[in-house]
């Protein structure tokens, strides 16, 4: 229940259904604009952080960690925007097969890595 998991804040889990990232930007794009055509905003002050706000996880901080199941080395449409600097791995295995142990390896591997985020 959600009480017995209401102290846990550890992790953040995103679940997208019917959802696809070039939408997403362009609706981000469309509400900013919009904000321009009233007035409310000078196209000057758009910065990444405002860009980030407008999209549907805004408020929400970027995943480290993306896990793609299946053997699939692509993103999909998938959080275009906000894997930018995202660790991305790929397995062979479809996500029903993925188990306990797979996990730790994969976590185990993430973090050896080390990160940049651009620099």
Not at 106 to 112: F, N, P
């Amino acid at each position: 229940s959600l009480g017995s998991t209401a102290h846990c804040s550890a992790f953040t889990l995103n679940v997208c259904m019917s959802y696809g990232s070039r939408g997403e930007i362009v609706n981000a794009c469309k509400s900013i604009a919009q904000r321009v055509v009233e007035g409310g905003l000078d196209p000057a002050d758009i910065t990444e952080e405002m860009f980030s706000g407008a999209l549907l996880t805004g408020g929400k901080p970027d995943p480290d960690l993306v896990l793609r199941t299946s053997g699939e080395c692509r993103v999909s449409n998938y959080l275009l925007w906000q894997l930018a600097y995202s660790e991305l791995t790929f397995v062979t295995k479809n996500g029903p097969e993925f188990t306990k142990a797979d996990l730790a390896d994969v976590l185990t591997t993430y973090t050896a890595r080390q990160r940049r985020f651009g620099k």
